[in-house]
């Protein structure tokens, strides 16, 4: 029996995913990076440093649509080679970096580019193979995106500090090299063997993301046209209600409404708007769990790189099973749950934080629920807007997860100082998940 080319898209893009999901290593390797870039400035800080998370983030996010219009001009395949070869690129570039700005162009901005023209190809290409999938097809391809952090967490400590070497605060005598003004932070020894070995790690890693990306692309190949799809390329050169009248009249009661359309439709905000208040909490714990808990005595760097890993799996799990449930169930009633306990998550996590297992599952829940994003949108947005531009239509939604992303970097630091502390940031960020649950509420519910 013959394996559908649908199910061999799902298995390449896992596997493509697996390097580009290493965007969610930043909780680790920012301790390392930070500490190697103090060699040469030691005014950059963590929170200096989360401008090249934020610039990853707004790289991934801008490029995602015309990705999409790459795909129907050149195909998913080498769209998403040219994504690879940005990715791998970036990082390796990163390793001569001696400046902060250059860490930031490479590993993050180029990075981010890189994520942004591959993430979508293996998707929509499985759209078209396996239609009735959507929501699978999604948590499938984007569980690799998740676990792709699991792995290279373990890897990226193993390589880069393999002797579990502690890192430590500002002190006169035994910790020189800390930051003065900011005695939370711990920093490794900028001269010292971790440090050292962060550009060497840096050349490794883009050497395997370049391999599991090339290796995934092969399977990148959209079906066969039939000749009923010749009238739906025509209607892409129609105004929207014209497209919807035309899939009537081939016996289709479907939608397709181009990027334009989504743009100027009230519909169009109010998804665009919900996907950063549900995502702005995960990005938040995912670039900074690591360097709070670290003000805890279980905070060694070993238990945060397992910790790590635990919430990459977790990101997986949810996206796979949130996918899954969006199948069966509808995108609207999954979304609404996630919104509303991923919120309540964030509102109680520093009352738990004192106890190590109880972070763990706090952070590991939140990442579970934040993972339902990249199934549950892409989902939504063929529901609601068609398949025809669903490439581009995620592309301008996603967005959304660059603002959620610039709005956790940037905003940390200011935030934390008015609202008292991280305690006060938890509630921002679980405020804003439940007012995306209420928004999710006014989305209207298409026959899927």
């Known amino acids: 029996m013959a394996i559908n080319q649908g199910w061999l898209v799902c298995f390449g893009g896992f596997v493509m995913h697996l390097g580009l ?67 791998a690129g970036g990082v390796a570039l990163s390793s001569l970096s001696t400046s902060l700005l250059a860490f930031e162009m490479t590993y993050g901005l180029m990075f981010g580019f890189g994520i942004g023209l591959a993430y979508t190809c293996p998707m929509v290409c499985g759209f078209h193979h396996l239609p009735k999938y959507k929501g699978l097809v999604n948590g499938i391809i984007t569980g690799g995106f998740g676990l792709g952090a699991f792995i290279f967490d373990f890897v990226m400590t193993q390589l880069i500090n393999p002797d579990n070497v502690s890192p430590c605060a500002y002190n006169k005598t035994s910790c020189p090299w800390g930051d003065p003004h900011d005695l939370d932070s711990k920093y490794f020894n900028p001269h010292g063997p971790v440090c050292k070995r962060v550009p060497g790690v840096l050349l490794i890693l883009a050497s395997i ?100 890993s635990a919430i990459s799996v977790c990101n997986f799990l949810g996206r796979v099973t949130q996918g899954r449930l969006a199948d069966i169930l509808g995108f609207k009633k999954v979304l609404l749950v ?40 892409p989902t939504g947005v063929m529901e609601l807007f068609g398949k025809t531009h669903a490439g581009s239509n ?45 928004f999710t509420i006014g989305v209207r519910s298409r026959k899927r």
Not at 26 to 31: C, I, L, S, V, Y
Not at 36 to 43: G, I, N, V
Not at 408 to 427: M, N, Q, Y
Request: glycine share 12%; charged share 15%; hydrophobic share 45%.
């Open 21 to 87: 999901g290493t965007i969610y290593t930043w909780g680790n390797m920012t301790t390392y990076a930070t500490s190697f870039l103090r060699k040469y400035d030691s005014e950059v800080t963590f929170s200096k440093n989360l401008i090249t998370f934020a610039l990853m983030c707004i790289g991934q996010a801008f490029t995602m649509w015309p990705s999409g219009v790459l795909q129907r001009k050149i195909g998913p395949r080498i769209t998403a080679i040219m994504g690879v070869l940005l990715t």
């Open 209 to 308: 993301y370049l391999a599991l990306g090339l290796f995934g692309s092969i399977f990148f190949v959209n079906p066969k046209r039939k000749e009923d799809e010749f009238a739906e390329d025509e209607k892409k050169l129609l105004p929207d209600s014209e497209a919807i009248n035309a899939s009537s009249s081939l016996g289709k009661q479907s939608v397709d409404v181009s990027p334009f359309g989504l743009m100027t439709s009230y519909e169009g905000w109010l998804v665009w708007t919900m996907f950063i208040l549900t995502a702005t909490g995960g990005v938040f714990v995912f670039g900074s769990y690591k360097t709070y808990a670290q003000r805890f005595a279980y905070g060694n760097d070993r238990f945060l790189s397992i910790t790590g």
């Open 338 to 377: 996630m919104a509303f306990t991923q919120g309540g998550m964030l509102l109680s996590l520093t009352y738990v934080s004192k106890n190590e297992y109880l972070f763990v599952a706090w952070v590991c829940l939140v990442a579970f629920l934040y993972g339902g994003n990249f199934a549950l949108y």
């Open 394 to 438: 995620y592309g301008l939604i996603f967005t959304g997860f660059g603002v959620a992303g610039v709005l956790a970097a940037l905003l940390k630091g200011p935030l934390e100082a008015a609202v008292h502390g991280f305690r006060g940031l938890t509630f921002l960020m679980g405020g804003a998940a439940i007012l995306g649950g209420i």
